[in-house]
């Protein structure tokens, strides 16, 4: 940051007389300084007689008055009218008795003597500047000038170092070479096309957030906010260094350096930088383990961090607003401005690991206290609504989806509970609340067989699932140890079928790649009946299920199912600049919407390659991966217990 230019504190600059000058000049500046002090002393009185006259006013008993500076000024109370609770925005202010009159008049008396007093010493030092020389008053205010740039440049130092961290054990973070041929062939497939849609990003678009493929040039998005904030490059580190594309990594690591800056006055998106961003400089840090790459990385999550909340509105609730642009804000569209349960609800991962990284409880606490209160809140029949508003501290339209606007906050909950090396009690309690309600309210068998996970709007389940809802499947998996009851081979059957059902979803279409939404009605199973809902965007949650199911099972069918998804996405998304979404895929000459995705590189590439390799690669009993799919290592806490955590059962 620059500083300005101190100029005198007296608000001119005083010449400075060579040798040999006349006495004239001289005499011309110490009037002026003279005319300077009496104008100030002038202007004193002044001010003290407005202050005097506002306090020696009569007191008139019949009007309320806030007695400026007073530790008791009259505040209004919210109390509840008789008959009942009070109305909305209703106050009621209390009146003061006659002991309370009495207090006032003595308070009253006491500042009139502090007035008297400051109004005393501030003649007397009026005094003491007219009789100091010229030469004395330039050194005072040389001396002014010195503290004030001394302050400054402590302001200016940045924050303080970064305490020292141990590192917790990161293990599996390269290799995973499976045994068998054809499937090393279908991984060594997968990092070609990993290597296609970076080369492009690198040599088209470079810097900008995403990728035009076809345009061959960068692309925006106002979730982001500003062009040149290199989302796709923050996004991908993790899945070039787990892909040993160790050169690439460099580079992004370089750019990132030299960079990345969130000082630009643009509005962004909370979640997308919380996740995107902060996620992937994360996992960048943990997986990269030498020295001065994490240092980078750690540097740079801090200051990405601080410009990102350091101008955040607190709300009533203390639910954090979706966007930033220097104050907090809603998406208008969002029922009335309300904030978001996706949004505000996931963030526990990140600022856990940034209380870690820098020893500041202030982000734990953050998360906890929104914790705490949703736990508060009634619940429509067990479910969380979508949409919170942050002023009143009430739902908003009682519209609850696993899918978009819904879907991670369950994800988080669960993922608490593991990151916490399964000591987070709580959250993992909350979780089986949760999935106990949409079990019973949201899940659903079409006619045909198919689970499905609806939507609950205002009391009536809509039978349609959102390709974001896909990844349930994988939750359900990932969740089932641990669950209550003996329940886990109850989940990981549920994560199958919803997995069978999104795979449905493909398979039902000319290009075998998913639509964005589907129906389960009026004779059609699976399949999206609107055209705008026909759309492909590189989405990952249909491969991240047949991941987690692969793992938790080991079934061959999950890596047939990924290998046709690549197939698809390889024949009909590839372009010679990158990979495009498609607007239609039930049709067999689709158009390309002309963007590469950041997530396709952050997410769907890497649940591909990591589909095809190893258990041994990015094992699931010491990494966690956030929902842009960046690894997070469990946080062993040992003997030290959390609030809202207790001691592992084992």
């Known amino acids: 940051m ?57 007191d008139n008993s019949k009007h309320k008055r806030f007695d400026l500076g007073l530790e008791d000024v009259l505040i209004p109370h919210i109390d509840s009218p008789k008959g009942g609770k009070h109305s909305a925005g209703q106050v009621v202010i209390h009146g003061q008795g006659g002991h309370d009159e009495h207090r006032h008049r003595e308070e009253e ?44 440049k402590k302001k200016d130092a940045g924050p303080k170092p970064l ?30 096309m990993m290597k296609h849609a970076w080369d492009s990003y690198r040599q088209y678009g470079w810097g900008h957030n995403e990728l035009k493929p076809l345009a061959k040039k960068g692309h925006t998005t106002n979730i982001f906010g500003n062009s040149q904030m290199g989302a796709t490059i923050v996004d991908a580190l993790d899945t070039l260094y787990i892909m040993g594309l160790h050169e690439e990594f460099k580079d992004g690591q370089e750019w990132i350096e030299q960079n990345l800056d969130f000082s630009v006055n643009a509005e962004v998106s909370v979640f997308e930088v919380n996740i995107r961003f902060i996620g992937g400089l994360l996992a960048a840090y943990y997986l990269s383990g030498q020295e001065v790459t994490t240092h980078l990385f750690r540097v740079k999550i801090i200051r990405v961090f601080t410009k990102l909340l ?12 979706g966007i930033h642009n220097g104050v907090g804000r809603n998406w208008g569209w969002a029922s009335a401005g309300s904030s978001i349960l996706a949004e505000f609800g996931t963030l526990h991962m990140e600022f856990v690991h940034l209380t870690y990284l820098t020893g500041n409880p202030v982000y734990y606490q953050k998360v906890m206290h929104i914790r705490k209160l949703l736990a508060k809140m009634d619940r429509p029949n067990g479910l969380y609504p979508n949409y919170l508003n942050p002023r009143t501290g009430r739902w908003g339209q009682h519209h609850t989806s696993v899918g978009g606007l819904g879907d991670s ?12 090396d399964k000591t987070d009690i709580e959250a993992r309690k909350t979780y089986d609340d949760a999935i106990e309600a949409i079990e019973r309210h949201l899940i659903r068998k079409s006619n045909g067989g198919l689970t499905f996970i609806g939507e609950w709007k205002n009391g009536h389940l ?14 359900f998996a ?33 290009l075998k790649l998913g639509p964005e939404a589907f129906k389960f009605d009026s004779g059609l199973e699976a399949v999206a009946v609107r055209q705008n809902e026909k759309y492909y965007i590189l989405r990952p949650e249909v491969i991240e299920t047949y991941w987690y199911m692969w793992r938790f099972t080991h079934d061959p069918k999950y890596r047939q199912w990924g290998w046709e998804a690549a197939q698809a996405i390889d024949k009909y998304c590839r372009v010679s600049g990158g990979f495009s979404g498609v607007k239609d895929v039930y049709s067999s000459n689709p158009t390309y919407d002309d963007v590469q995705q950041s997530f396709f590189l952050a997410e769907t590439l890497k649940y591909l390659y990591l589909l095809f390799s190893s258990d041994d690669l990015m094992p699931l009993e010491n990494w966690v991966f956030n929902t842009e799919a960046h690894p997070l290592p469990v946080l062993h806490l040992g003997n030290i217990t959390l609030p809202g955590s207790q001691p592992a059962q084992r």
Not at 311 to 321: N, R, Y
């Open 409 to 420: 906050f369950y994800e988080y909950l669960l993922k608490a509970w593991l990151m916490s």
């Open 163 to 192: 305490p020292p961290v141990p590192m917790p054990k990161v293990v599996g973070v390269s290799d995973g070479e499976p045994p068998e041929p054809d499937v090393k062939d279908k991984r060594d497939k997968i990092r070609e």
């Open 2 to 58: 620059t500083t300005p230019a101190l100029l005198p504190l007296s608000g001119r600059r005083i010449p400075t007389l060579s040798p040999g000058a006349s006495s004239f000049p001289h005499h011309r500046a110490t009037l002026r300084l003279s005319e300077k002090f009496i104008l100030l002393l002038i202007l004193s009185a002044f001010i003290t007689l407005c202050f005097g006259a506002f306090f020696f006013l009569p």
């Open 109 to 152: 008396e006491s500042l009139r003597d502090k007035i008297r007093a400051d109004h005393e010493r501030a003649l007397q030092e009026a005094k003491e500047k007219l009789r100091k020389s010229r030469e004395e008053l330039q050194a005072e205010i040389q001396t002014e000038k010195s503290k004030v740039a001394e302050d400054l």
């Open 478 to 510: 990932l969740g089932a140890d641990g669950s209550p009851d003996d329940k886990a081979g109850h989940y990981l059957q549920l994560g199958a079928e919803i997995a069978h059902t999104c795979h449905e979803s493909y398979d039902r279409t000319v």
């Open 462 to 475: 809509e039978r349609k699932m959102g390709h974001l809802t896909c990844f349930a499947g994988g939750m």
């Open 310 to 321: 350091m101008h955040l509105q607190t709300v009533p609730t203390d639910i954090k607003k």
